[in-house]
């Protein structure tokens, strides 16, 4: 039996594309980390623009974007989320928002390994 407060899909869908489209933007003005995770995955585009990369490759270069955004975002939820439930300094604050940070932390390396894979012939080639 459907539920008579239940709101179409459409207007469902539109609610939480905005609420999504909302947190990205909250992102991008609050957060120095995001905002300079965009700024390197455009220099990244356009080096693998320029580079002429595959299908295949833009396909792993899209994926890793969608890592290291998410979590960039979700370690900035976590934290805040932490920081309003305990604003004074606690342990296990200390540990959830640190946990979070070394995810971040872990996805940036392999970023910039899939990147020395992806890029690294392509640019020895050019010399």
């Known amino acids: 039996m459907k539920d008579p407060d239940q709101k179409p899909f459409v207007i469902s ?10 947190g990205i933007a909250l992102a991008a003005e609050s957060e120095r980390s995001f905002r300079i995770h965009t700024l390197a995955m455009v220099v990244v585009t356009v080096l693998g623009w320029y580079l002429e990369l595959a299908m295949l490759e833009w396909g792993l270069l899209f994926l890793t974007y ?3 955004m998410g979590l960039e975002m979700l ?13 004074d300094e606690h342990p ?10 070394g995810a971040v932390q ?7 390994a899939i990147a020395i894979v992806l890029f690294g012939p392509k640019i020895a080639a050019l010399f």
Request: glycine share 0%; proline share 2%; net charge neutral.
């Open 13 to 22: 869908f539109w609610e939480t594309t905005k609420n999504a489209l909302n």
């Open 92 to 101: 296990a604050v200390k540990r959830v928002k640190d946990m979070a940070a």
């Open 106 to 112: 872990v996805a940036a390396i392999f970023s910039i």
């Open 75 to 87: 370690n900035s939820a976590i934290e805040s989320l932490a920081d309003f439930m305990h604003p």
């Open 66 to 68: 969608a890592v290291m």
